[in-house]
């Protein structure tokens, strides 16, 4: 299709009706990763040059260096026994196997004659695109459409074909209508590369098969912040959802909106996802919500009047999630060194222990302080 000419080094003369040229079979190629293409070229050269016979003596492709110091594919570390060439008579078909996505570049072929300066390469070359994903089908379920992607990167646009289970059906075309209903398998491949390119297979209607749930944000989630769990399935017809918290029927949606969380709406937490097909339950996934310590309460023990001598045990507690920490604090008299426990114990009371008291919880999102708790001492 494309003739490519230059690069003649030297002051040669050309003689004679043939010219210089390589001819490359196609100057695109599009292949998948793992998979074997065949470049093909063919060429031609003048019979004689200044009266002499032209022979061909070297032939070979490359990608790295020059045109008028190029790597032979074949000499390539890169290519160690990937590389075969199908040289017969104007033939010059280069043959890469275990395709590599590093193999995408731009491949020469050149050949030298046995005259001085009678050596050409046919440059630009074929663009080879290794991908890993060749075809994609994307569909849309209220239309019923189907819609075939080629991730190369060929210029024109590519044409494709269509498998209806298996069978390859009529028109090349990138889209193709089908019924909502229709539960066939449908496959597509870009024409020419349908043996060994991608084939894509699709169930268009189909129970859910993979549910999936998603959280965001994914942890740390604080009261008061906004939570969002989505699910999403491949069903079709598109499924419905429910959710479940803690093991019961909670919410018909694809989502759950927590515009402010609070710590009650921690719990376990998956999606069912259900068509007329079949349904499919989601794995579960466990919300935890952290707060910082609420205003803690202080329990005096024994609670009656206090008597000099005796022992009295002042208990702190807050709701905090993670668990908070206490510290206890008298206001007027000392307490000393503040103590770092839950329960405070006045052992032996005596009338120094008069005065106000308070706890402070603490975690690592904040601290809350208790209203103060007034002991007195009545001596006998
Ligand atoms: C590549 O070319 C060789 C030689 O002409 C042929 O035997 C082989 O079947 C071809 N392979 C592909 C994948 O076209
Ligand atoms: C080519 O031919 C010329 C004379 O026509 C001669 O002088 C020259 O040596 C020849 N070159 C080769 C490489 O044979
Ligand atoms: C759809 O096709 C699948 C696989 O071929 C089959 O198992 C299923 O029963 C079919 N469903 C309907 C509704 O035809
Ligand atoms: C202390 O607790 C009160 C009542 O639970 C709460 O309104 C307040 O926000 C808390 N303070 C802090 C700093 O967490």
């Given amino acids: 299709r494309a003739v490519s000419m230059n690069c003649i080094t030297g002051a040669v003369m050309i003689q004679g009706q043939d010219d210089w040229g390589v001819t490359y079979t196609s100057t695109q190629i599009c292949a998948l990763k793992g998979s074997t293409v065949n470049i093909s070229c063919s060429y031609t050269y003048p019979s004689t040059i200044n009266h002499?016979?032209?022979?061909?003596?070297?032939?070979?492709?490359?990608?790295?260096?020059?045109?008028n110091a190029p790597v032979d594919l074949k000499t390539d570390s890169d290519y160690t026994g990937r590389v075969k060439y199908f040289f017969d008579n104007d033939d010059c078909t280069l043959r890469i196997s275990d395709l590599k996505e590093r193999d995408s570049d731009e491949y020469k072929f050149r050949f030298i004659t046995n005259l001085p300066g009678g050596s050409f390469a046919g440059s630009p070359g074929v663009t080879l695109s290794v991908t890993d994903l060749q075809v994609q089908?994307?569909?849309?379920r209220t239309q019923g459409e189907l819609r075939c992607h080629s991730s190369c990167n060929v210029p024109d646009n590519p044409s494709y074909v269509w498998f209806n289970n298996g069978q390859k059906m009529d028109g090349e075309t990138s889209s193709l209508r089908v019924s909502v209903e229709?539960?066939?398998?449908?496959?597509?491949?870009?024409?020419?590369?349908?043996?060994?390119?991608?084939v894509n297979v699709l169930f268009p209607s189909d129970a859910p098969k993979v549910v999936t749930l998603s959280l965001t944000p994914t942890w740390d989630i604080r009261e008061n912040s906004r939570v969002t769990l989505t699910c999403s399935s491949d069903a079709n017809p598109a499924a419905t959802y429910t959710w479940y918290k803690n093991g019961k029927p909670l919410y018909k949606?694809?989502?759950i909106v927590f515009r402010?969380?609070?710590s009650s709406d921690s719990g376990e937490y998956y999606c069912k996802a259900e068509n007329k097909l079949g349904r499919r339950t989601s794995r579960s996934i466990s919300i935890d919500v952290k707060y910082g310590p609420k205003l803690p309460s202080v329990s005096v023990s024994p609670s009656a009047e206090i008597v000099e001598g005796s022992s009295v045990t002042l208990t702190c507690s807050s709701d905090a999630n993670p668990a908070a920490t206490y510290t206890w604090l008298k206001s007027n008299g000392?307490?000393?060194p503040p103590i770092e426990e839950q329960q405070l114990v006045l052992t032996s009371i005596q009338s120094s222990h008069s005065g106000q008291y308070?706890?402070?919880?603490?975690?690592?999102?904040g601290s809350n302080t208790s209203k103060?708790?007034?002991i007195k001492v009545k001596c006998e």
């Fill in 182 to 198: 229709d539960n066939d398998s449908y496959s597509c491949a870009v024409t020419g590369y349908e043996d060994y390119l991608i």
């Fill in 253 to 255: 949606n694809t989502q």
């Fill in 260 to 262: 402010s969380i609070q």
């Fill in 52 to 67: 002499n016979v032209t022979k061909v003596e070297k032939k070979f492709w490359f990608t790295k260096g020059s045109n």
């Fill in 137 to 140: 089908v994307t569909r849309s």
């Fill in 372 to 374: 103060p708790i007034s």
């Fill in 334 to 336: 000392k307490l000393r």
């Fill in 358 to 365: 308070t706890c402070r919880a603490t975690n690592s999102l």
